[in-house]
C-alpha cells in the first residue's frame, strides 16, 4: 500500500469515527427503551425509501449500510428518533438536543442555478459545470465570511453549502423548535444575514448525513469542517440570535383594523381569489412564512407582468400596504429577482398549507391545472361576459360576417378601401367551422373526477378551461391558410366568444380513462360512461362495453350457475375463477390500504392441458366479452400495445410459450402497486401513461430466478395437479358464460356490499391468502343468491407451489428427457432407464444400457435412507444434455437448485463429484433383479400407463375409469397429453384395454 492509499484509508477512517461520535453526541440525552433512526435515501424515480434501525444497538449497521447506499444514492437521516418504524411525525418523540442550521450557499447566497432548467444562468454559475474541488472552495471561503454568533459544536460541508449544529445541554420539545424557526424566517425576509433553509424545523425533517457525498450534478464529497466540544442551553442559542438578526416580536394588535382591499387602475379585488386575500391577512399581521410571501410575489409579479414586462414598482406598493414590518430595499431585490425565473402562482393542488381552507369558499379549485391567476381571470370573465346576441352586434360593428354554407360557417371580414374618386368595399375570409358543440364534460381520472368544458368544431377540441391556450388552439382551428391571426386578433376573439356563448347548451358527457370498479362512488361501469378518445375504435373496449348492455333472463343466469357448478370440478378452474372475482375489486382494495399487494397470476405447464381454455372460459368471456387471449404480440414491443390495452381495470390476459421479458419487470410493479407512476420500468418499454391492469399469464414455461417476482406472483404449475375434463360443459357455457358477467356487473354494489363485511389481512404476506378468501366469499354469495351452494377450492395455490423453483423443474425435465433417450434393444424391444428402475429389462439387455448410460457419466442409485432411487451426473454427462439452451453451462452451477444435490459420491469404485437428482421413490418391499413379461407384450410407456388405469381401478373401486382421468394420472408424470391417446389407442388394438363411447376406459 502505497503512502497516498494510506492516508485516505486513514482520513476515511478518521471520518466513520468522526460521524459515529456525531451521532452518539446528538442522541445521548435519549432516555427511551425502544427508539429507531430513520436511513431515507431517494430511489431512481426520486421516491423516498426509508429504512429504520433500533438506537443505539444498530449504530453500526445504520453507518455501514449508509455507506453502501451512498455509492448510489444520496442519504439523509432523521433528527429525530422514532417511537416506530415510521418516518412520519406522529411517529416521533418530542424530544431534541440540537439546533441545526442548513444554509445552501452555492444558490441560495451565491445564486448558482441548473443551466438546464434556467438558461439564463451564465456558464460560472452552472451547477452542472461545478467540480467538487471548486464547489468546496467557493463554500468554504463564503462561510468562512459569515458571522454567526455562537461557535457551533459541527460544521459539516454539504456538497452545495453547510450543515451547522448546536449541540444542547438539554432536551427541546418542536414547540420550541419552532421559536427558533421564526428567527430564522424573520432574518430571511428582512436582514439575510445567515440565509439559512427555514423548512427543517419539524420532528420528522431528514439532513444529509455528515461526510456522504451529494450526488446531485457532478458528485461532491461530503467534508466535516470543524468540531468543538461546545454545548449550549437552548435559551442562550435563542437569544443570541436574536440579537444577531435583529429580531422584532411582531405581535397582533389587539386594535388591528380588518383588511381592506382598495380599487386598482390595473386589479379588481372582488376578483382576487380568497387564498391571495388571506395571505396578505397574513402578511399584514407579519405571520407569512417564507413560502407565502414567494406565493405573493408570484401572483402579483405575474398580474403585472403578463407580457415580459419589467415592472415591479406596483408589486411593490401592495407588498407596502399589506405590511407591519417593510424593508423596501430587500423587498425590492427579492421582487427583481422574480423576473429571473418568472415563475407562475402555485396550483391550486400545491399552494401553502396554511392557505388551503380559503379554498373551500373559491370555485376554480377543482378545474383542471387550476391556478389563483386563472381563478382572477375566470371570475372577471363571468362577471364581465356578453349574450351571444350583444357579442353579434360587436362583430357586426367590426363588420366581420358569420355566413353559413352548406352546414360550414365562414368568417368573413369586410372593410372600405379608399380609391381616388370612389369607396371599394373589401371582404377576406379569414376562417371557417363545422358543427359546433360544447360539452360539460365529467372525467373520471382514475383517482378523482375533473370538470372539462370541451369546444368540439372541425373534429377537433378546444378545452375552454384553459385560459392559456383555448383562444389560440381555436385559431389554429378555424383560421384561414396564408392568413396572419395577429391582423384580426380581435375578430377572432369575438367570434370565439360568440360561438362559446351561442352552442352551450349544457350537454352533459361522462368520461373515463377505463373502465372498472374504482371505489364506492366511483363504479365506471355501464352506457353512461364513454372511454378517452384514444379507445373509440378499439374492438376489445367495445366488446366489453357490449356486454354492460347484454340482455338476459333470470332463468338464463339460474341455469348458467348450475352448469358453471357442474363444470368446476378442479381446483385450477376454481382458482382462476376466485382470483376472477377478487379482481374485480382489485383497484380498489389496493388503493384504500384494504390490500398491500394484489399478486398477478401466472399458470404455467405443458402443452394441451387446458390452462388456456380455462381463463378464455372463467375470465375473458364471462368479464371481458372477449373470444381471443392476448399474445406476446401485447406484451412485446415497445409497449406502446400494451398502453393501448388499459381501456379498463381489470387484469390483462398475456398467453404465449414463453413470458416476452419485458413483462417480467411490470410482473413485479404491478403487484405491488394500483398503477405504474413514471417508473424505471416505462423507461425501457417507452410506456408514455400508467399502466392499471395486472397480468394473468398462461404460459408453457417460466423462469422465476426473482425472489421479488415470486413474491409479486401466484403461481400455478399444472404439471402438478390433477386436472378433470369438463369439456362437454366447457362447450355449453362458452357462447353464455358472458351473460353472467353481465350479471355481476349490474350488480357490482351487492358484491360491494358482500365485500365490506369479510374481514382479511392487508399484509404482503397475507395478500394471496386474501385474495382466494375474498374470491371464494363472493362466489358463494353468488351462488347462495340462487338457492345453490359454491364448492370451493379445496386451498390455496400458494401453499403448493411458490416455494419450488420453475427454472429447477424445466432442468429436471430436460435432462430426464436426455436421459430417457438413451436406449438398448432386445429382442425388437427397447428399453430405457424407467425399464431399468422398474426391474423391467432382461439382465442382458441391463447390462448392456449400464454400460451405455455410464459410459456417458450417467448412474443410478438406490438411497434407502431418502427413499429415493437417484440420478448420478458426473461432468462427463454435460455434453450429452441439452441443458445450456436453459442457460447451464456448469453443472456445479445446480447445486443451489432444490431440485439438486451437488457433493462427492462412490461410482465404480472411485470417489466423483456428481450431480444427484430424485428419479422416483423406492417401492416398500422393492426386490432387486430384473424380471420382464412378455406375454403382455408392451412396451416401457404403455406398461406405466396400464399400472396408472389400475391405480385409478383400485382408487375408484370400479371396473370402469374415465380416460380423462388417466390421462391427468400420466401428465402428472410429465407425460403429453396426446402421447398417451396415442398408447391408450395401441392397447385398444391389442386388446388389453375397452374403449366405451362416453370416453370411458376397463381393462379387457
Not at 431512481?44 to 438506537?55: A, G, I, L, M, R
Not at 444435490?901 to 423406492?922: C, H, R, V
Request: overall charge neutral; hydrophobic content about 35%.
Amino acid at each position: 500500500m502505497d503512502r497516498s492509499e494510506a492516508k485516505e484509508k486513514s482520513m476515511q477512517a478518521l471520518t466513520e469515527n468522526t460521524v459515529r461520535k456525531f451521532f452518539e453526541q446528538i442522541f445521548s440525552k435519549n432516555s427511551e427503551d425502544t427508539a429507531y433512526l430513520e436511513l431515507r435515501a431517494f430511489n431512481t424515480n426520486k421516491k423516498p425509501v426509508s429504512k429504520f434501525y433500533e438506537y443505539p444497538k444498530q449504530l453500526d449497521l445504520f453507518l455501514d449500510e449508509s455507506r453502501a447506499v451512498n455509492k448510489k444514492l444520496c442519504v439523509y437521516f432523521g433528527i429525530g428518533l422514532k417511537k416506530e418504524e415510521r418516518g412520519t411525525k406522529e411517529a416521533t418523540y418530542d424530544n431534541l438536543s440540537i439546533i441545526p442550521l442548513d444554509i445552501d450557499i452555492l444558490k441560495d447566497c451565491l445564486d448558482y442555478k441548473d443551466k438546464t432548467k434556467y438558461p439564463e444562468t451564465p456558464n460560472e454559475k452552472d451547477l452542472n459545470q461545478l467540480s467538487d474541488s471548486e464547489a468546496f472552495s467557493i463554500v468554504k471561503r463564503y462561510f468562512n465570511s459569515i458571522y454567526l454568533p455562537l461557535e457551533p459544536s459541527w460544521v459539516f460541508y454539504t456538497g452545495h453549502g453547510v450543515q451547522v449544529y448546536y449541540v444542547l445541554n438539554e432536551s427541546i420539545t418542536e414547540e420550541k423548535l419552532k421559536e427558533f424557526k421564526k428567527v430564522i424566517e424573520f432574518d430571511n425576509v428582512n436582514k439575510g444575514f445567515i440565509n439559512a433553509d427555514s423548512n427543517i424545523y419539524d420532528l420528522a425533517r431528514v439532513l444529509r448525513i455528515p461526510g456522504s457525498n451529494n450526488k446531485k450534478f457532478q458528485e461532491k464529497q461530503g467534508r466535516i469542517l470543524s468540531h468543538k466540544n461546545n454545548v449550549y442551553s437552548f435559551d442562550q442559542i435563542l437569544n443570541e440570535f436574536k440579537s444577531h438578526v435583529q429580531f422584532k416580536e411582531q405581535v397582533k394588535s389587539e386594535n388591528i383594523e380588518e383588511t381592506t382591499y382598495e380599487a386598482n387602475s390595473e386589479i379588481n379585488w372582488d376578483y382576487v381569489p380568497p387564498c391571495v386575500k388571506k395571505a396578505l391577512e397574513l402578511r399584514k399581521t407579519g405571520s407569512a412564512n417564507r413560502e407565502i410571501q414567494l406565493f405573493l410575489r408570484a401572483f402579483f409579479m405575474r398580474y403585472f407582468n403578463q407580457d415580459s414586462g419589467n415592472d415591479a414598482r406596483k408589486t411593490l406598493e401592495i407588498f407596502k400596504k399589506y405590511s407591519n414590518n417593510f424593508n423596501e430595499e430587500l423587498t425590492l431585490k427579492s421582487l427583481e429577482e422574480w423576473f429571473k425565473t418568472r415563475r407562475a402562482p402555485s396550483n391550486c393542488a400545491n399552494s401553502p398549507a396554511e392557505l388551503k381552507e380559503s379554498c373551500k369558499n373559491c370555485s376554480i379549485v377543482n378545474i383542471k391545472r387550476g391556478n389563483p391567476l386563472k381563478s382572477y381571470f375566470l371570475t372577471k370573465r363571468e362577471n364581465e361576459e356578453l349574450t351571444a346576441e350583444q357579442l353579434e352586434e360587436q362583430l357586426e360593428e367590426k363588420q366581420v360576417l358569420l355566413k353559413s354554407v352548406g352546414g360550414a360557417s365562414i368568417i368573413n371580414k369586410t372593410w372600405e378601401k379608399e380609391l381616388a374618386n370612389s369607396t371599394m368595399i373589401m371582404s377576406k375570409n379569414i376562417g371557417s367551422y363545422s358543427k359546433p358543440h360544447i360539452n360539460h364534460v365529467q372525467y373520471f381520472n382514475l383517482e378523482d373526477f375533473e370538470y372539462n368544458k370541451e369546444l368540439v368544431l372541425n373534429k377537433k377540441v378546444i378545452d375552454i378551461l384553459d385560459e392559456e391556450h383555448a383562444f389560440l388552439d381555436f385559431v389554429n382551428t378555424v383560421k384561414t391558410k396564408n392568413v396572419t391571426w395577429e391582423d384580426f386578433a380581435e375578430d377572432y376573439y369575438l367570434t370565439y366568444q360568440h360561438i362559446v356563448k351561442k352552442y352551450d347548451k349544457n350537454q352533459k358527457i361522462k368520461r373515463s380513462k377505463a373502465y372498472g370498479f374504482f371505489g364506492e362512488n366511483y363504479s365506471i361501469l355501464g352506457n353512461d360512461w364513454e372511454l378517452d378518445s384514444k379507445y373509440v375504435c378499439h374492438g376489445k373496449a367495445k366488446k366489453l362495453r357490449e356486454l354492460f348492455d347484454l340482455k338476459y333472463e333470470m332463468g338464463e343466469i339460474e341455469d348458467l350457475i348450475y352448469h358453471l357448478d357442474q363444470y368446476l370440478q378442479d381446483d385450477l378452474g376454481k382458482w382462476i375463477l376466485e382470483y376472477s372475482m377478487a379482481s374485480l375489486f382489485r383497484y380498489y382494495l389496493m388503493d384504500t390500504k384494504k390490500l398491500d399487494m394484489f399478486p398477478n397470476l401466472v399458470i404455467t405447464g405443458q402443452l394441451g392441458t387446458g390452462k388456456s381454455a380455462r381463463i378464455k372460459l372463467l375470465f375473458a368471456k364471462m368479464f371481458l366479452n372477449l373470444d381471443i387471449l392476448n399474445s406476446k404480440k401485447v406484451a412485446g414491443g415497445t409497449g406502446i400495445r400494451l398502453e393501448n390495452e388499459q381501456y379498463c381495470n381489470l387484469p390483462l390476459i398475456i398467453d404465449e410459450a414463453e413470458i416476452p421479458e419485458q413483462m417480467y419487470d411490470i410482473l413485479k410493479i404491478l403487484g405491488t402497486s394500483k398503477r405504474t407512476e413514471d417508473s424505471r420500468y416505462n423507461i425501457s418499454t417507452r410506456i408514455e401513461n400508467s399502466l392499471i391492469r395486472p397480468l394473468m399469464v398462461s404460459a408453457n414455461s417460466i423462469r422465476i430466478e426473482d425472489p421479488a417476482l415470486v413474491d409479486r406472483c401466484v403461481i400455478i404449475d399444472v404439471d402438478d395437479l390433477a386436472l378433470v375434463n369438463t369439456e362437454d360443459e366447457h362447450r355449453y357455457l362458452i357462447d353464455k358464460i358472458n351473460k353472467l358477467g353481465a350479471f355481476i356487473y349490474r350488480n357490482i354494489d351487492k358484491f360491494y356490499e358482500q365485500l365490506k363485511t369479510l374481514e382479511f389481512k392487508a399484509s404482503r404476506k397475507n395478500a394471496k391468502e386474501s385474495i382466494f378468501y375474498i374470491g371464494k366469499e363472493l362466489l358463494k354469495f353468488l351462488f347462495e343468491s340462487f338457492g345453490m351452494k359454491y364448492n370451493s377450492s379445496s386451498e390455496n395455490p400458494v401453499e403448493s407451489y411458490t416455494h419450488t423453483s420453475t427454472l429447477g423443474k424445466r432442468i429436471r425435465k430436460t435432462i430426464v428427457d436426455d436421459v430417457k433417450r438413451i436406449i438398448v434393444t432386445e429382442e425388437g424391444v427397447q428399453y430405457n432407464i424407467y425399464d431399468a428402475v422398474n426391474n423391467s429389462v432382461p439382465g442382458d439387455a441391463y447390462n448392456k444400457l449400464m454400460n451405455k448410460l455410464s459410459a456417458v457419466g450417467v448412474f443410478v442409485k438406490e438411497d434407502r435412507k431418502e427413499g429415493f432411487i437417484k440420478l448420478l451426473l458426473t461432468n462427463e454427462s454435460k455434453d450429452h444434455l441439452n441443458i445450456d439452451k436453459l442457460g447451464i453451462y456448469s453443472l456445479r452451477k445446480l447445486k443451489n437448485e432444490e431440485e439438486f444435490d451437488y457433493k462427492e459420491y462412490k461410482i465404480d469404485g472411485k470417489t466423483k463429484k456428481a450431480l444427484s437428482m430424485n428419479l422416483m421413490p423406492i417401492e416398500k418391499d422393492r426386490e432387486i433383479g430384473f424380471v420382464r413379461n412378455d406375454s403382455e407384450n408392451l412396451d416401457s410407456d404403455e406398461r406405466i400407463i396400464l399400472e396408472l388405469i389400475k391405480d385409478e381401478v383400485e382408487e375408484k373401486k370400479s371396473n370402469v375409469v374415465s380416460r380423462a382421468a388417466v390421462i391427468s394420472r400420466a401428465m402428472f408424470r410429465n407425460y403429453q397429453e396426446g402421447a398417451v391417446e396415442d398408447k391408450i389407442k395401441v392397447m385398444i388394438d391389442k386388446g388389453i384395454l375397452t374403449a366405451f363411447k362416453d370416453q370411458k376406459l376397463m381393462i379387457a
